[in-house]
């Protein structure tokens, strides 16, 4: 079995997805899902970070906003205030990582690149603030394009798709278009997994996520501790991390060429041992 050979250039890096790479997640946020509320001081924030990377990490994602679901918008005042100052310490603390920027905010976006950071990671697309595609064709980084239907605040509200594997490659199909018409030429695809979907969906999406495949660009998958295991599962949170594992064995399984994970180490030995069988 052979992943779909790609690259990105990150700050003049050509990245390889031949063998699987992981983002690993750093929440800067009081109400993340999973994490909310323990990486807020300097100094946690550092071990955290310095732990991902030890235990594996290709990229931090560093998000100072929360997208779970029902999660309230903060001001862009807030969003800058949360995450700049700890962008700057990490990037002269680790000079060498790539950090990639969870932002729907194309001025948190700008403002990350320019002081170092490599990628912006939008889980809307550039649906909610329409200068993102732009600003990013302009700044000439990386876009993750995340499909999600609504907004944080009111995806889980009766989600319904006709086809959705359907639906999703159309959408995915326009905005590569848009992102190829304003000069980006460095693309990931996210299905967003719990983003306007049902449990089922999630489901659905990750039994055919092949299909993406079809759209030539990495593919990245971000299961890490969702509803869509520990609901599955009837365990809380803090015990779905050998059902992510298994989600992300299956991933693998299926020519994914990413994993945006909480627990690095895990996904790491995931993607050791599957390497062995190809």
């Known amino acids: 079995m052979k992943f779909i050979n790609m690259t990105i250039n990150c700050k003049g890096i050509l990245i390889d997805f031949s063998k699987p790479k992981i983002f690993g997640i750093l929440n800067l946020t009081p109400d993340s899902f999973y994490d909310g509320g323990k990486y807020i001081g300097t100094q946690s924030v550092i071990n955290q970070c310095n732990k991902m990377i030890t235990e594996g990490a290709d990229f931090i994602d560093i998000g100072a906003q929360s997208s779970r679901p029902g999660a309230k918008e903060i001001s862009l005042d807030e969003e800058l205030k949360r995450l700049l100052p700890t962008l700057e310490i990490l990037l002269k603390k680790f000079p060498d990582v790539l950090f990639s920027i969870d932002t729907y905010r194309s001025k948190v976006a700008e403002e990350s690149i320019n002081m170092g950071a490599s990628i912006i990671n939008d889980i809307s697309s550039g649906n909610i ?21 609504g907004t944080p605040s009111v995806m889980k509200e009766n989600p319904f798709y006709k086809d959705i594997i359907t639906e999703m490659i159309k959408y995915f199909s326009e905005k590569i278009n848009e992102a190829h018409s304003l000069g980006i030429n460095d693309l990931i695809i996210d299905p967003g997994f719990g983003f306007g979907k049902t449990i089922e ?37 803090e015990n779905s991390l050998n059902g992510t594992s298994i989600l992300n064995t299956v991933a693998l399984t299926k020519k994914v060429q990413i994993l945006r994970v909480h627990d690095v180490k895990e996904a790491k030995e995931c993607i050791d041992l599957f390497q062995e069988l190809k």
């Open 129 to 149: 603030d329409p200068q993102m595609m732009s600003t990013i064709g302009r700044l000439k980084v990386p876009l993750i394009l995340m499909h999600m239907k």
């Open 201 to 237: 969906d999630n489901y659905t999406i990750l039994k055919n996520i092949e299909l993406f495949q079809n759209l030539n660009l990495p593919i990245m998958v971000g299961v890490s501790r969702k509803s869509m295991i520990y609901k599955k599962l009837g365990v809380n949170i």
